[in-house]
């Protein structure tokens, strides 16, 4: 028995356990965590899953495009910073510092803010430059940062939140949990969560509908919002509106070996468990932070309406024919329906910026 398996075994003594209590184990345990262990599960080969930086540098590139558009707003302030919450190997960091020109790549800094040991270590090769010229650091999860001027970015990361399902069973609500003879839905609420997806089911809720609920994005909302004096937030990730995913009954996911596995709760702690996000909440949350202008859309649409495309087609005529292929897969992936491009969106919303 793994020593997760145990910590498990020991907890279900004391009763039911929640969903997102087992999630929180399985991901964040100090010690045997999925988050938390000392390799990462990370690429292609052998690994649980990627996300669209094992793709190429084309999310990079797109957000350095928009990025400089976003400082030109807000009047081209003297710096810059993008501070990634749940920032990983970096990758991203490395990529849109790579791609960042002229007098906004003077302005831009870079804070990467991931607490996770193997990401922060494959981080520190990454941005190796960048941290050795001081246009790029790392700042722990509990540092509370000075008041500055750029972008809060995040790439995945509230998928990985902790989040507890519920389900609409035609007379009540119920939350997944795990009992002494394995998974189960148990009876509760009305709670903050039941009035929130009640309130968001589109012509009333029927039996199967439910969504997962992720107590934490509040707090995560407000700690990356507060030392945003003005700019822009920018969130990738998976997920949908509310009313979609109450509509759908989404549930907490697993992956193993790139492929969605339905048994969250086996081998916890050695796969990578996730939950929608839930974009009208998100949304909703940095409106009350101060945020104005909050919207989401897909991945592809906003690929298509932000990413220098007309360049990248200049800059690949150049390029050695394999090379050129890879960046048509990496665009191909972003911003296709079946790939990236619908099941991920992106959400924008600006802090202080007329
Ligand atoms: C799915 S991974 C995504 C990593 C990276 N953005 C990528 O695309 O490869 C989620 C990451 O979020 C981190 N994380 C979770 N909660 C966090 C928090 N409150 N602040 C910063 N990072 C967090 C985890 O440690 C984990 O490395």
Redesign the pocket.
Same mark, same amino acid.
């Given at each position: 028995m793994s020593a997760l398996a145990g910590l498990v075994q020991d907890r279900l003594a004391q009763g039911p356990m929640p969903a997102a209590e087992a999630m929180e184990l399985a991901l /964040?345990h100090p010690e045997h965590g999925y /988050?938390r262990r000392s390799t990462g599960p990370?690429g292609f080969e052998g690994a649980d /899953?990627y996300?669209? @930086?094992d793709l190429g540098p084309l999310l990079g590139e797109a957000l350095a495009v928009r990025f400089a558009q976003a400082w030109e707003r807000m009047g081209r302030p003297g710096q810059f910073v993008v501070l990634e919450?749940?920032?990983? !190997?970096g990758?991203?960091g490395r990529d849109l510092l790579a791609a960042a020109q002229g007098p906004f790549r003077d302005a831009l800094h870079y804070i990467h !803010?991931?607490?996770?040991p193997a990401?922060r270590a494959a981080a520190r090769e990454a941005l190796a430059p960048h941290l050795a010229a001081g246009t790029a650091r790392f700042a722990d999860?509990d540092e509370v940062l000075e008041p500055f001027q750029g972008a809060v970015l995040?790439?995945? @990361?509230f998928?990985?939140?902790p989040a507890q399902p519920w389900r609409w069973d035609g007379e009540g609500w119920r939350f997944e949990a795990l009992g002494p003879e394995g998974q189960t839905w148990l009876p509760g609420g009305p709670c903050e969560a039941t009035e929130w997806f009640t309130a968001q089911a589109e012509g009333g809720l029927e039996p199967g509908d439910g969504a997962p609920w992720c107590q934490g994005l509040p707090r995560?909302v407000e700690s990356l919002g507060a030392p945003l004096a003005k700019g822009l937030f920018l969130t990738i990730d998976y997920g949908d509106a509310a009313s979609r995913l109450v509509d759908k009954g989404a549930d907490i996911r697993r992956f193993r070996g790139h492929q969605v596995d339905g048994s969250w709760w086996e081998d916890m702690g050695s796969a990578?468990l996730?939950a929608d996000v839930d974009f009208t909440r998100l949304a909703a949350h940095l409106e009350g932070a101060g945020f104005r202008e909050a919207g989401h859309v897909s991945l592809s649409r906003w690929v298509r309406a932000h990413a220098p495309l007309a360049q990248w087609e200049a800059d690949w005529q150049a390029m050695e024919p394999a090379l050129r292929v890879k960046r048509m897969e990496n665009l191909l992936q972003l911003t296709l329906p079946s790939m990236m491009g619908e099941r991920f969106r992106v959400l924008e919303a600006w802090k202080n910026c007329d």
């Open positions: /964040y /988050y990370w /899953y996300t669209a @930086l919450a749940g920032a990983g !190997r990758w991203l !803010r991931d607490d996770n990401a999860e995040s790439n995945e @990361l998928d990985a939140l995560l990578d996730t």
